[in-house]
Nanobody, 123 residues
Framework: VQLQASGGGLVQAGGSLRVSCAAS????????MGWFRQAPGKEREFVAT????????YYADSVKGRFTISRDNAKNTVYLQMNSLKPEDTAVYYC?????????????????WGQGTLVTVSS
């Protein structure tokens, strides 16, 4: 499985951005997906996850109500819509895939990782 994240960029505080992650492989619909982020000088942290079928989602408290994770299994793509962005959302955002359809929040539960896309929120 290969993951390719895209869509990062520079946005002003309060703005919106959508990042995408395209996955290779035939088993995308059986794989839960997740978004994680790592800010400069900080550890990687969980952001959001979605089940293989797209029926279950879970968010970090810091993004709940502002971010939405979704997926299009026909396109092998997972999205993270980010609204009301804050400077503290600035980070490299990584998508990750599990070999199981159930959601997870720990990085060690994910088997494949993309290369990351940088999101910068200016104040």
């Amino acid at each position: 499985v290969q993951l390719q994240a895209s869509g990062g960029g520079l946005v002003q505080a309060g703005g919106s951005l959508r990042v995408s992650c395209a996955a290779s492989g035939r088993t995308f619909g059986s794989s839960a997906m997740g978004w994680f982020r790592q800010a400069p000088g900080k550890e990687r942290e969980f952001v959001a996850t979605i089940s293989g079928g797209g029926t279950s989602t879970y968010y970090a408290d810091s993004v709940k109500g502002r971010f939405t994770i979704s997926r299009d299994n026909a396109k092998n793509t997972v999205y993270l819509q980010m609204n009301s962005l804050k400077p503290e959302d600035t980070a490299v955002y990584y998508c990750a895939a599990r070999t199981y359809p159930s959601i997870a929040t720990r990085g060690t539960s994910f088997d494949y990782w993309g290369q990351g896309t940088l999101v910068t929120v200016s104040s």
